[in-house]
């Protein structure tokens, strides 16, 4: 069933777990998504980011095609319809649509505005029981079109940002989008340990793909509560699609329908999402 944030990550940061966040492209990856996080049987986070929306034809589609697909799938496991990176317009229009929760990511703005506008995404957002993630600081990279300059959070603005009521905190911490690049140094370890001793609120890490595992399960101890991946579902899709083509199995039989041509890509997002989820120990959420 779909439900909430709030409810979903409050849990996993008292129980020292995280909740994976995959962003969703069409229909194979949102059943990929969900058929780990139901073979699993753990909560799970599906995002669209405005991008993704746009390519898929808008919020509303967006919505449908995970809820009609949660009940096709006859998935129970609770699921959240996450909007990932928006904008105040987008942030707004998801609340309208009836996601269950909107990042309104205003990282790029000067802090003052950030704040005021995060405040009113938290009126509109929860007046409808909608949860809100904010960002301070910015993740390095890009990610359609959002691109960030990688500086870390400042922890009073950290303060202040998870202090307007938002439910969860996206703060940079050396985390970068896309695949990392052979000198970057890692995560920054000691400024979360700042963050978590003085924010309740559960934390966000962005840039879930290509970190290693055990300083994702460090930062997992020390409060964060999501993990973004986006990166690695695509990159492991195009793989197993690749080498289903190189192997000729499109040409035999009707292996170039969709139906099978986009098999073994979807199977391998179902694996890296069960994968990753190990990683997190969302498992504890049982
Ligand atoms: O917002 C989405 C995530 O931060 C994804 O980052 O593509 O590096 O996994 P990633
Ligand atoms: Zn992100």
Do not use: H, W
């Given at each position: 069933s779909l439900v909430n944030g709030k409810s979903m990550l409050d849990a996993a940061r008292a129980g020292n777990y995280a909740v994976g966040a995959f962003n969703t492209n069409n229909l194979e990856w949102t059943r990929g998504i969900l058929a780990a996080a139901q073979e699993k049987g753990v909560p799970v986070l599906i995002q669209t980011s405005m991008g993704a929306a746009k390519y898929m034809g808008g919020y509303e589609l967006c919505l449908h095609l995970v809820q009609d697909t949660v009940k096709s799938m006859g998935i129970t496991v609770p699921v959240v319809m996450h909007l990932d990176h928006g904008n105040y317009e987008a942030a707004k229009e998801c609340i309208e649509v009836g996601y269950n929760s909107v990042m309104f990511d205003g990282h790029d703005l000067p802090f003052a505005e950030n704040l005021e506008k995060t405040k009113e995404i938290v009126a509109l957002a929860h007046a409808k029981g909608i949860s809100v993630e904010a960002e301070v600081g910015s993740i390095g990279g890009e990610e359609d079109g959002i691109v960030g300059a990688g500086e870390l959070a400042d922890v009073e603005e950290a303060k202040t940002l998870a202090a307007t009521g938002i439910d969860y905190l996206a703060c940079g911490i050396g985390n970068i989008h896309g695949q990392y690049p052979a000198n970057w140094t890692g995560l920054n370890l000691d400024r979360l340990s700042e963050l978590a001793a003085v924010i309740e609120t559960p934390l966000v890490l962005h840039g879930g793909s290509g970190i290693p595992k055990d300083q994702i399960q460090k930062?997992?101890?020390?409060?964060?509560?999501?993990?973004?991946?986006?990166?690695?579902?695509?990159?492991?899709?195009?793989?197993?699609?690749?080498?289903?083509?190189?192997?000729?199995?499109?040409?035999?039989?009707?292996?170039?329908?969709?139906?099978?041509?986009?098999?073994?890509?979807?199977?391998?997002?179902?694996?890296?999402?069960?994968?990753r989820i190990e990683w997190f120990g969302t498992e504890a959420a049982k």
């Open positions: 930062a997992v101890k020390m409060g964060i509560s999501k993990v973004n991946v986006n990166t690695e579902c695509q990159l492991v899709f195009a793989a197993a699609t690749r080498k289903y083509i190189e192997e000729g199995k499109d040409q035999e039989g009707k292996g170039f329908d969709p139906r099978k041509l986009f098999a073994p890509g979807t199977k391998a997002i179902t694996e890296l999402v069960e994968d």
